[in-house]
């Protein structure tokens, strides 16, 4: 039962993560009919979001603490973060210790900006051309972003770490009254999973209650009636594509303390957010979460000890090997709608 | 008995009765034509003849074999030929090249693997395509690429493939939907000397007048997924259902 | 001529020569310049360019004929591989059998992925032969360690047991042959200050392209071939002239997957070595760039493609910031700063930029890729001439 329980929660973070990706992908392919191998890429530029505001916030300079002295018997030198001269001590450190999470603050404009900037420059010129085309010039763009990090912040994995609050973990074998210690999960998993089920839940309010999100579901429905009706979709698309790049950006801000980001994160994640996008079903915006949960509950199945003895490897395959079988089972993925991307 | 029987074919999409108790039988060597208005179920019943949808009940007889349950390129290797609404040609192919793949699969079956010898090398099969084209008088953009051609052009090209095939049973798609007078008469000549010169069953869907009195020898007229009536043109075109149903709408049009 | 139209055949003789003169013709900066960082006719580098030019032709007679986009190609030039080396060690370091199993496991690994795969089309067929191709990576490192050799991979080894060869003599190594001619073995000549090196696994591998160049310009002049680009066109047409697209598509991405493995099995004669990372899904995106960028459809686009890629690989990466001030030092100081650190990113180890934004500017701009280039090229040039000529001759339209 709590190796049971364990395992759901371990499958939950990467989960999330799979969902916030696929939730983006499908809202851009449902919009837009653009197939985008660049929003992988937009996940990884996200946590190097986090990356950055972490050391804006700790930029320091050097200067000289007479009180104290280090092991030669001179005035110790320290570094001091600007921060701390611009709203003092404490709270400076607060901010730097709170950087993960203040960075989201930092990561909702630009990866708007980044995604607007990216579907005018250059995805609205494809939405003509094959998917074939669309695919290239993404993984492409993909590519030329992940190049560009990497010649910033260097190839290695940056520690970029949570909170101290929230460093510890949590024991649910206790709280659940399965025996202390029994299941123990960081608090940090458990944020990122809170966090990723409110951006979920945002989005479908968003789209489900405003007027913006009506026009936007129809248009996924049909967009030729919607145009028709003079309303000036692809504006709003624009927008929708921002919005899916926020999203993608928001799950990489998050997910650095899990995972120390380095530049081809991103391409990891695509690769399996593409086929939990396809198990879910091209279109779908239920399917690619429950897809993106279910597939991270597997992987995570799929790496018990028990499971690995009997079929070594499977943890590494499992997703895969469910893609293909739902594939060929059920050729529209668990809730895609007919028609999508069939020819 | 017809050359193709239709026996009480129902279909339903969900709370739609697409075709509701069908049944059709077209006679050898004739022209039927099968008109209606829109959401007749005009489409659907053509989608079943050519194996693209599986009807909920019914039959479906061609030449005495059933065409149920067989892939649409069966279906063709039997006889059938298909003309679609908007030309269906393989647009980054040239003209020639169109024409000389339905007389491959003609001669070779749904499948044959020539993977070395060249495609000049089969004289014979050149030769027929650029008689077959040469009857179209599209013998001199053979060697065009076919999506720069005409829409009219478009259109003669494929139903000349279709006829390269040497089907026993052709099916027009609303030939001439979206053309310019002139394409249309010279769609409907093409289709008058097809028929006087092949032994041939043409079955048309159409919408337009002018091509189903030109053309047909018998008339269905289908209204909310079934059969009205079925009669001469001229019988037709007097009958007061028919009228009520179809013509009066095109006439006040 | 051998059964090509006069315009081919002369295709084939210019590929079959650039080939051959290969080892000249990309060395053309004597040893000792500074322009010698630029050639690229030592055997290494060579070698690839002929694997990956069989590999790019292979790929282009699924992906430029059919339309279908596999992201798994990689796994059959990897699954040759391990074929190969498997021959080479239980066998003989003879390449033949080698590079012979490589083809036949490969096809046989594309049969199943292609019959499963083809079943879908358009974006659900690219994710399927990607999951797949990342299965069988995942596979290779982990599970399959005792045939793979997981993260380490296979070598030829002293103890392999190599049955049809005679025992070594003592600390000598095996090494890949073909009849006794050793691959790794080469005639090095010398020119004034010109070196030029001819090396036997290069001619071997300069050989097959040649007759992998010439088998694809028969299949895309076949009746075959027509109906792969049949398919591409307009797929209902296709079913509705009572052709059964599958098969046509099936066997086009068995053949490409024997490409494939040749490729794999060829790369192992020449270095005796696998790894896991050949079939890691970037080495499948890598034969797509190559194929896009030289012009996917088109004969000698390919070739073209993988050639560029490779050569910008072992070129543009090992340029460092000591060999830009070279360049540069004419300038002055602050300008030679300033142009050092612009250019600084697109080389050395940021050579995949360059990579990333020349694909994108081929895909944007020139979706035919450099042989749609060179015909616009040309076009150009008869446009101008063509246009005079045509207000000469018929000055009223």
Redesign the interface.
């Known amino acids: 039962m709590d190796a049971i329980i364990l395992q759901i929660l371990n499958g939950l973070d990467k989960g999330s993560a799979y969902a916030l990706i696929a939730l983006g992908l499908t809202l851009i392919f449902g919009t837009l009919g653009v197939v985008n191998f660049a929003h992988g890429a937009l996940f990884m530029i996200g946590a190097f979001c986090a990356v950055t505001v972490s050391r804006i916030l700790t930029l320091s300079y050097t200067t000289v603490d007479e009180t104290r002295t280090d092991f030669l018997g001179n005035p110790m030198e320290i570094e001091v973060p600007y921060i701390h001269n611009l709203v003092g001590q404490s709270a400076g450190d607060f901010m730097i210790d709170w950087a993960v999470p203040i960075s989201i603050l930092f990561a909702i404009p630009v990866m708007i900006a980044i995604g607007v900037i990216m579907e005018r420059g250059l995805i609205k010129h494809f939405y003509k051309r094959p998917h074939a085309d669309q695919i290239l010039v993404t993984f492409g763009l993909a590519i030329v972003l992940q190049e560009i990090i990497k010649f910033y912040y260097g190839a290695n994995p940056i520690p970029t770490p949570a909170p101290s609050a929230f460093r510890g973990s949590f024991d649910f074998g206790a709280f659940l009254g399965l025996g202390a210690n029994s299941i123990i999960y960081p608090y940090w998993r458990l944020v990122y999973f809170a966090f990723s089920l409110v951006i979920i839940g945002g989005v479908f309010a968003f789209l489900r209650y405003t007027t913006f999100g009506m026009v936007v579901r129809a248009g996924m429905a049909d967009r030729e009636t919607v145009g028709l009706l003079g309303i000036n979709i692809d504006r709003k698309f624009t927008i929708m594509f921002g919005i899916a790049a926020a999203v993608a950006g928001l799950a990489g801000v998050m997910y650095t303390p899990i995972n120390s980001p380095n530049y081809h994160m991103g391409m990891d994640f695509l690769v399996l957010s593409f086929v939990v996008v396809v198990v879910g079903g091209m279109g779908s915006l239920v399917g690619a979460v429950l897809a993106g949960f279910l597939l991270g509950i597997l992987e995570s199945f799929a790496s018990m000890a028990a499971v690995l003895e009997t079929l070594p490897g499977i943890n590494q395959i499992v997703i895969y090997l469910v893609a293909i079988i739902i594939l060929l089972t059920r050729p529209r993925g668990l809730m895609g709608r007919k028609g999508v991307m069939e020819e | 008995m017809g050359i193709l029987e239709v026996k009480n074919v129902n279909k339903r999409f969900g709370g739609l009765q697409a075709l509701s108790d069908v049944n059709l039988s077209v006679a050898e060597n004739t022209v039927h034509a099968i008109i209606g208005p829109n959401g007749a179920g005009k489409s659907t019943l053509l989608n079943v003849l050519v194996g693209k949808l599986l009807p909920d009940t019914g039959s479906v007889m061609f030449d005495g074999q059933s065409v149920l349950g067989r892939k649409p390129y069966e279906i063709n290797q039997m006889g059938i030929s298909r003309v679609f609404q908007t030309p269906e040609i393989f647009g980054d192919l040239t003209v020639l090249e169109n024409m000389m793949i339905p007389i491959f699969a003609k001669r070779d079956g749904a499948f044959r693997m020539h993977a070395i010898e060249s495609v000049r090398n089969e004289r014979a099969v050149v030769q027929q395509a650029e008689d077959m084209l040469e009857s179209l008088n599209l013998a001199d953009a053979r060697h065009d690429h076919s999506a720069s051609m005409s829409r009219g052009n478009k259109r003669r090209l494929e139903i000349g493939m279709c006829l390269a095939q040497e089907p026993r049973l052709l099916l027009l798609d609303e030939p001439t939907a979206g053309m310019a007078r002139a394409d249309t008469n010279n769609t409907i000549d093409l289709l008058k000397q097809i028929k006087d010169e092949r032994d041939i069953t043409i079955a048309i869907i159409e919408h337009d007048m002018h091509v189903v009195f030109s053309l047909a020898e018998r008339i269905t007229v289908l209204a909310q997924g079934t059969p009205l009536v079925e009669d001469t043109p001229d019988k037709i075109k007097g009958h007061p259902k028919v009228r009520e149903a179809y013509l009066g709408e095109t006439a006040a049009a | 001529m051998l ?3 006069r315009k081919d055949a002369i295709l084939l003789a210019i590929v079959t020569v650039v080939a051959l003169l290969a080892p000249f013709i990309l060395n053309p900066f004597p040893t000792n310049s500074g322009f010698a960082q630029f050639n690229a006719g030592y055997p290494d580098l060579m070698q690839r360019f002929a694997i990956f030019g069989i590999f790019a032709i292979g790929f282009n007679i699924l992906f430029g004929l059919t ?1 279908y ?1 596999s992201f798994g190609h990689a796994a059959f030039l990897g699954v040759g591989s391990y074929a190969g080396i498997w021959m080479m060690k239980l066998l003989t370091a003879n390449i033949i059998p080698g590079i012979a199993a490589s083809i036949v496991v490969a096809g046989l690994f594309a049969l199943i992925v292609g019959f ?1 795969s083809l ?6 067929f ?3 032969t ?3 191709a ?2 069988s990576y ?2 290779a ?4 360690t005792p045939i793979t050799g997981g993260e380490t991979g296979l070598q030829l080894k002293l103890n392999d047991p190599r049955v049809l060869d005679g025992a070594l003599a003592p600390g000598e190594r095996a090494h890949a042959n073909l009849f006794g001619l050793d691959m790794t073995s080469s005639i090095e000549m010398h020119f004034g200050a010109w070196q030029f090196t001819f090396n036997t696994g290069y001619y071997i591998a300069a050989l097959v392209l040649v007759l992998a160049f010439y088998l694809s310009i ?2 895309f ?7 792969l ?2 398919i ?13 697209a599958r ?2 598509a099936l ?1 086009a991405f068995v ?1 490409s997957g024997m490409y494939a493995g040749l490729a794999g099995g060829l790369m192992v004669a020449m270095d005796t070595q696998v790894g896991p990372e050949r079939m890691f ?2 080495a499948s ?1 890598e034969v ?1 760039l190559m194929t ?1 960028l030289g012009g996917a459809g088109t004969l000698i686009g390919p070739v073209l493609g993988a050639g560029l890629i490779k050569y910008m690989e072992n070129i543009i990466s090992k340029i460092n910031s000591g060999i830009l001030h070279e360049w540069f030092y004419w300038m002055p100081d602050g300008l030679e700063d300033f142009v050092i650190t612009l250019v600084y ?1 697109f080389v050395g ?2 050579w ?2 360059t ?3 020349v ?2 500017l081929v ?2 701009f020139l ?1 035919g890729g450099l042989v749609e280039g060179g015909q616009r090229l040309r076009r150009l040039a008869q446009g101008k001439r063509a246009k005079k000529s045509a207000t000469q001759t018929n000055p009223a339209e």
């Open positions: 059964g090509l139209t339309g986009l499963i079943r879908r089309s358009g974006i659900y690219a994710i399927l990607l999951a797949f990342q299965m995942a596979l490192y982990s599970v399959l028969r299949i002049r076949s009746p075959f071939g027509m109906m680009r049949a591409k066109s307009n797929n209902t047409r296709m079913t509705y002239t009572g052709l059964n098969p046509y066997a053949i899904w970037t995106g797509v896009i990113p180890k940021g995949h930029l990579l990333g934004i694909f994108m895909v944007i979706p």
